[in-house]
């Protein structure tokens, strides 16, 4: 492995014949040697690596080579979209050109959810259906039904123009009409290709929704696979737990119902059948019914108006409503009635997990109880860690690779390892090529007032104006509260229109990539984003010179999760600030840091105006885990480092 990794890399390799202007980055080289050695060794990996150090290409082609070379299969997950293009367009193309060399061929794909590709089924049924008319539908519906067959087009994102998301579900893979599966069909494709894959690229969620599959039932919809490479690990937990986590509502049950009694088969069956099934139904509809309601009582006498959560830790009264819904799958099995096996496996599935979020036994998982303001009530249950469900699934079945700017926690990485449950592992930290010292500045205004006063938000308005004077524009603006965040675009907004720059907030239904892509395009625009946009975004050159970071990102207390795992660390007699809030919050911060410098070109400053930066003793904490550069509590302090 080391020889083909100095023959890749090295000065006139095989790179410097793909690259124009190539020199070898020894980060880059420390990287590849170390995941190599872990693929052959089948020992886990935490890497972290800062920023420009060429991450993916130094992991991709370890895992490229000893994929074809030993005919495994390694699985790539990605966070977010920008990387994941990265990768397939222009990362593997480029690992491909190096096997190709080698004399060897590598194979890859991408594979993404089923509401991601085209049903071709659906897209003839649509389209017959509006032959006839002449609305912009059917002119969006012809359009699509004319690339699809000419360039054989399946990926939503390769149309090449906007499909509303209203008609797009209507075409989508998803709950697919067809029974046999043809050539032509985009799951079929994909499952075909994947067999044949060396190296498959998914995210972080279709990887664990397809491992509570696997788990589950033995078997998911990606085929076996040798070693797993998670990039921007960081993300990692909150994903997971999510994908494991269970939730019961009176809702899914009824359109479960739904479907049963209205499919044809169960209303040709007998009379007498059919009179039994009902009054199944209608005893577990009673004793469901009485159980929501008192839940909901409860909750609106502790939440009152307002939408909530309960945390739970005693047991709830669901075995004579798990035993109504069991008596009625057995019933409906016991009549071998055609063609609705998915929906009482789904039924079974339901109460199942009425079951185990009822006994609300298991220490390791959060349970909890919440109602919108419609009055709906549902019952959930979530690991408060990785490690719960990872640790045996996962890390005992193969070779883990997990690789991110901020997973280390100082010099080691004890705080990650210990969440997601990895016990022995490799490790490696490579620090940015970027010259911090020189080209990037850190300042924290020695006015910045307390983050939870009343003076916060109007403070924030008034120093981003003093910014903006500074830097022109250029400014990527990072919330933990979207209600703060949309105060001060109010509160901005008519000094920017009377000063000509051209501000921009996150908003539902316009995506990252169209605002940062503003960013880059109109160097006197101004982003204000919040929990998405501290991770993920790029911008190199001069586009970006000025991050501003309102208040240290500190996890939101009002998240069932953190919650339970706040009162279970407390429990412990350890400091939930120090054993949780603290570590977590610089995971995040750094991310933010990490959005201003993407290239050898960036410059710029990083503006935290929040003042426990210098107040709080764990403020030195806070600076030393950041990359060293100048440091400075005069907003004037800017002209020393913008570029012009």
């Not at 599959?213 to 937990?237: C, M, Q, W």
């Not at 809702?251 to 209205?262: A, I, K, V, W, Y």
């Not at 997990?353 to 303001?373: H, M």
Request: proline content about 4%.
């Amino acid at each position: 492995m080391q020889s083909f990794i100095d023959r890749a890399f090295q000065q006139g390799g095989h790179l410097s014949k793909l690259i124009p202007g190539y020199s070898p980055r020894a980060p880059q080289i420390q990287i590849s040697s170390k995941v190599g050695q872990c693929l052959e060794e089948e020992l886990h990996l935490l890497l972290e690596a800062g920023t420009g150090t060429g991450k993916s290409l130094g992991y991709l082609l370890p895992a490229a080579r000893w994929a074809v070379q030993n005919n495994k299969k390694v699985v790539v997950c990605t966070h977010t979209i920008p990387l994941m293009n990265q990768i397939i367009k222009t990362e593997l193309p480029r690992v491909q050109e190096i096997i190709h060399m080698e004399n060897m061929n590598l194979r890859y794909m991408l594979i993404k959810g089923k509401s991601h590709y085209l049903c071709k089924t659906k897209l003839n049924i649509l389209a017959r259906e509006m032959m006839q008319t002449k609305t912009k539908e059917a002119e969006i519906i012809q359009k699509i039904v004319m690339k699809a067959e000419r360039e054989n087009i399946y990926d939503r994102t390769e149309f090449g123009f906007e499909i509303d998301d209203q008609l797009w579900n209507r075409i989508s893979a998803s709950m697919c009409p067809s029974k046999n599966k043809t050539g032509e069909c985009s799951l079929e494709r994909n499952r075909v290709g994947l067999s044949g894959a060396h190296i498959i690229v998914t995210n972080h969620a279709y990887f664990f929704n397809d491992l509570v599959l696997r788990k589950k039932t033995g078997n998911g919809n990606l085929p076996s696979y040798d070693a797993v490479i998670f990039d921007e690990a960081h993300e990692i937990e909150d994903v997971c737990c999510k994908a494991f986590e269970k939730k019961v509502d009176l809702q899914q049950f009824e359109t479960l119902f739904s479907q049963f009694f209205n499919h044809d088969q169960v209303q040709r069956l007998g009379v007498d059948s059919r009179l039994k099934l009902n009054e199944l139904h209608l005893s577990f509809q009673r004793k469901i019914e009485n159980l929501y309601e008192g839940i909901s009582q409860f909750l609106s006498r502790n939440h009152g108006e307002q939408a909530g959560f309960h945390l739970m830790y005693s047991k709830i009264a669901v075995e004579d409503i798990c035993t109504a819904l069991g008596d009625f799958i057995k019933a409906a099995k016991e009549m071998r009635i055609k063609s609705v096996s998915e929906i009482l496996e789904r039924l079974f599935e339901g109460n199942d997990n009425l079951d185990f979020i009822g006994q609300v036994e298991k220490r390791s998982w959060a349970y909890w109880a919440t109602i919108d303001p419609y009055g709906k009530v549902v019952l959930h249950a979530a690991p408060l860690f990785p490690k719960v469900v990872l640790a045996y699934g996962l890390f005992d079945q193969v070779t883990v690779i997990l690789a991110s700017a901020t997973i280390a926690t100082g010099d080691n990485f004890n705080f990650f390892s210990g969440r997601i449950g990895l016990k022995d592992y490799a490790s490696i930290i490579v620090g940015s090529p970027f010259d911090y010292k020189n080209k990037t500045m850190l300042i924290c205004p020695a006015d910045s007032p307390d983050p939870g006063s009343d003076k916060s938000t109007p403070y924030i308005t008034e120093k981003l104006q003093e910014i903006t004077m500074y830097s022109g524009g250029r400014m990527l603006v990072l919330f933990t509260s979207m209600e703060k965040m949309r105060k001060v675009y109010q509160d901005l907004s008519s000094f920017c229109k009377e000063q000509g720059y051209n501000l921009i907030a996150q908003q539902p239904g316009i995506s990252r990539e169209h605002i940062i892509g503003q960013l880059k395009a109109d160097p006197n625009t101004i982003v204000l984003g919040c929990t998405s946009f501290w991770t993920g975004v790029d911008v190199p050159g001069n586009a970006l010179t000025t991050v501003v970071i309102p208040n240290l990102p500190f996890p939101m207390p009002n998240d069932p999760l953190i919650q339970a795992q706040i009162k279970l660390i407390e429990e412990a007699g350890r400091s939930s600030f120090f054993d949780y809030m603290f570590p977590k919050m610089m995971t995040t911060l750094k991310q933010g840091f990490g959005r201003l410098n993407r290239s050898m070109t960036c410059q710029g400053a990083v503006i935290i105006l929040d003042n426990r930066i210098v107040k709080k003793r764990y403020g030195n904490r806070i600076r030393n885990s950041l990359p060293s550069c100048p440091f400075s509590q005069r907003i004037e302090d800017l002209v020393h480092i913008l570029p012009c």
